[in-house]
């Protein structure tokens, strides 16, 4: 029985977060735009995200070419660390890094500020004085989250890159010009578009977890906080599910 | 005189828990009806009902000739455009300045153009006697006067219904009479209907033209200030003289 009213509840939630996103999505295309609020949550969203988003993707460049040359030592694999370390970073480890991490980061803040705000009834006010509060504090989200994760995981391919030249240079004897021709001659733009493509999705799970938890928060600061960290469970739990089905698609697609 | 709102067998339930087991009231144009009860009883329930921010278990809300019940939230728009609600803690938005907060209702409904926001905003922070306030952030004003800000937003599009939740909770005793003169004042100069949900006896009897008694989710009594002291109920009488609960003393 209390299994049952668990998948009912799940369902009952998973019904909400979908009605949602439609609302939010649909908010994206219907005017009134506001694109003050909209570029105020990029700043807050992407540009405050950088160190962060920069920081994680560096080190796992240059994790992944030492791993690379020193587990395989005997196979010669030093010579193609630039395709090992482009091609599992810009298909996989950057977008999905960087929306654990920036998403962590954006969509706890996300459901701290909505949970305050209906929690002092902030939200009740926008309703009581005709104000739609998707259309005024969930869109401006999405869409800076649908410009911004995108854009820092691209960033993030370029700086784990760079990383793994660090390594390759430094650590391999290898020459800067050998590896990035191998980096260059290796990746392809589907690579890309596959990495780039997933980070659309995360973007989307993470404003939509974010912010309805945020607006369904309840019980005062304590609820809040409970709030939050359910947002970033959530929220990571479906950015590394969708993962796998989204590298599916995108090699049956591409 | 017809009935602005006519609210009827009014039930609220969340799961098993009752809270609301049918109101009936009326509220006249310009009138001014005061709840009073018991912390917990529904006061505020009652008062989120009116502008549709819960939905009932059952029973009627009528706004003139318009069911409340069971509308969307864009088909409520043009009620909450025409009543406005004070919340308890003011509600201001914590992010944006006085002045945005008052430019709110105003930029969101395209009242008028942007040129004309100041002069309005500064003659309703008049009306809340807080001239000069604009440039403050909400966490900057104490508890009344972001009381008086939430009622300036409250009057910004000259609303028929004002609905106040708990007005003078949390403030002292002469910071709660400035706040019922100013509900008095702005009923007189507007014209507004005001329903005003409270535990405080001395505000009721300056404001209320008519007060309503909710206890255990119904309406124990519905009369004026004068009959509600000469009505043979014991609790009545307790409540309004505040008197311990017999229980407690026993």
Known sequence: MRLLAALDRAAEEAGALARLGARAAAGLFTPPFDFRAGIEQMDQIGVRSLGVAGITTVFTGMVMALQTAY?????????????????????ELAPVLVALIVGGRIG?????????MKVTEQIDALRSMAADPVKKLVVPKL????????ALTLLGDLLGILG?????????????????????????????????????????????????????AEGGADGVGRATTNTVVLASILILVSDFFLTK?????? | MSALYSVRGLVKRYGVKSVLEGIDFDLARGECLVVLG????????????????????SGSILFESL??????????????????????????????TVFDNLAFPFREHRVCPEAELAGRIAALLDKVHLPGTERRMPADLSGGMKKRVALARALALEPEVLLFDEPTTGLDPMTSASIASLILATQRSTGAA?????????????????????????????GTFEEAEAAPDPLLADFLAGREEADDVA
């Open chain 1, 164 to 216: 793994g030249l660090l390594i390759a240079v430094f650590q391999l004897d290898l020459t800067a010009a050998f590896y990035a021709n191998d980096v260059i001659s290796s990746l392809t733009l589907e690579d890309v578009v596959s990495g780039v493509g997933k980070s659309f999705f995360f973007a989307f799970f993470i404003t939509v977890v974010g912010c309805h938890n945020g607006l369904t």
């Open chain 1, 108 to 116: 706890s803040g996300m459901t701290a500020e909505l949970g305050t």
């Open chain 2, 194 to 222: 005001a329903l005003v949900v409270t535990h405080d006896i001395a505000l009721a009897r300056r404001v209320a033209d008519r007060i309503a008694f909710l206890d255990q989710g119904r309406f124990r009594f519905l």
């Open chain 1, 249 to 254: 698609l995108f090699y049956l697609v591409g």
């Open chain 2, 38 to 57: 018991r912390s917990g009883t529904g006061k505020s329930v009652t008062l989120r009902h009116l502008i549709g921010l819960e939905q009932p278990t």
């Open chain 1, 143 to 150: 869409a800076a989250t649908l410009v911004m994760l995108p």
């Open chain 1, 71 to 91: 587990s395989l030592p005997g196979l010669g694999v030093k010579y193609y660390i630039g395709t090992v370390v482009s091609k599992s970073l810009v298909r």
């Open chain 2, 67 to 96: 069911e409340i019940v069971g509308r969307s939230e864009r088909e409520l728009q043009p009620v909450r455009r025409r009543v406005a609600m004070l919340f308890q803690g003011g509600a201001l938005f914590d992010s944006m």
